[in-house]
């Protein structure tokens, strides 16, 4: 059993929980997913791993409530245990095993997409850690929205927040902020990571495309099982298909093809919405 140390709610269906599981703790690297387990029978769920602490032995989930089971999810308190938490799994991020001095010569931009903002936040926070700055963008459709803000600005060099309506900071969408940095304000960036809802980063990679500017993009969003088995993460990356939960999650978001990925969400989401309804009935 893996006992909840904390719940908390982040916003209206988002939550992030603490969760004892020293072994994935000890080992976990950011971009890495688990997957959580309810009870015996519960669906498996992949989550990204958002924060870790490896000498308390806890990791840092953040999910909002997409179907059935992460509304079961978000009803768990702390001192309520998952029957299973696996991991980590995935790749990490490339980055982490560039050379130092090759690493601190390169320019970062982080690209956030609301709750995109917790696979995000690991990353910028490796960064600090080992000396880099990095200029991070995050957007939310509306300030309620906005997560993790100050825990952001705690390891972003600079923090660049953009709201959908403007209700907070600058108004317009992520791709907005990008345009002002690189053509109105001649910033340069050798490498942009993108992580947030996939027709953000579809829209992400266009613009970065057209910048020239190498993209990393994550498709957690279209996994399943989390397993390399249900083939529901098949992704095709330039002439080549890959499994998200095993080859990625991270790919080169100029060679994937989201509209085929995209495409093939939307028939899982249609047995999601059956099972909310089940929960209704
Ligand atoms: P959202 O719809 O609120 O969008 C967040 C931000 O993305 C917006 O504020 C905007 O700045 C940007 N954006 C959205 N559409 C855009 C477009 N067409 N062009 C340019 N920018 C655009 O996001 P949300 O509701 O928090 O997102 C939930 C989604 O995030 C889920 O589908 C989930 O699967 C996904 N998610 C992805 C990851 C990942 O690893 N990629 C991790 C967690 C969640
Ligand atoms: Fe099922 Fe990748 S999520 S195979």
């Known amino acids: 059993m893996y006992k909840i140390r904390k719940a908390e709610k982040l916003a209206e269906n988002i939550f992030l929980m603490d969760v004892e599981a020293p072994r994935i703790a000890k080992s976990c690297e950011p971009g890495q997913f688990l997957i959580v387990k309810m009870d015996e029978k519960g669906e498996r769920i992949p989550l990204t791993i958002c924060d870790y602490h490896r000498e308390d032995g806890t990791v840092t989930i953040v999910f909002q409530i997409v ?12 001192g309520d245990s998952f ?14 095993h560039e050379p130092a001095a090759e690493l601190k010569e390169k320019k970062y ?9 917790a696979p995000v936040y690991p990353q910028v926070k490796w960064m600090k850690e ?3 700055a990095v200029d991070v963008i995050v957007g939310a459709k509306t300030k309620d929205l906005l997560i993790l803000e100050d825990e952001m600005r705690a390891v972003a060099g600079n923090l660049y ?34 992580i947030g809802p996939m027709i953000m980063m579809k829209f992400v990679c266009l613009l970065t495309k057209e910048l020239g500017l190498p993209t990393i993009v994550s498709l957690n969003p279209i996994m399943v099982d989390g397993t390399g088995m249900c083939g529901a993460c098949r ?8 499994f998200a939960c095993v080859d990625g999650p991270e790919f080169d978001g100029h060679l994937v093809n989201f509209d085929e990925a995209m495409k093939r969400q939307t028939i899982y989401k249609t047995q999601e919405g059956r099972a909310m309804l089940k929960l209704q009935e």
């Open 235 to 242: 992704v095709t990356v330039g002439d080549q298909v890959k």
């Open 109 to 117: 931009l982080f690209v956030a997409g609301g709750v995109g903002t």
């Open 161 to 194: 927040i953009t709201t959908d309506d403007g209700s907070y900071e600058r108004k317009g969408m992520v791709t907005e902020v990008i345009k002002d940095l690189v053509q109105n304000q001649g910033k340069h960036y050798d490498q942009v990571v993108a």
């Open 67 to 78: 179907g059935a089971s992460t509304k079961k999810m978000a009803e768990l308190q702390a």
């Open 83 to 96: 029957r299973d938490v696996i991991g980590p799994l995935g790749q990490a991020s490339e980055f982490i």
């Open 130 to 132: 080992n000396g880099i």
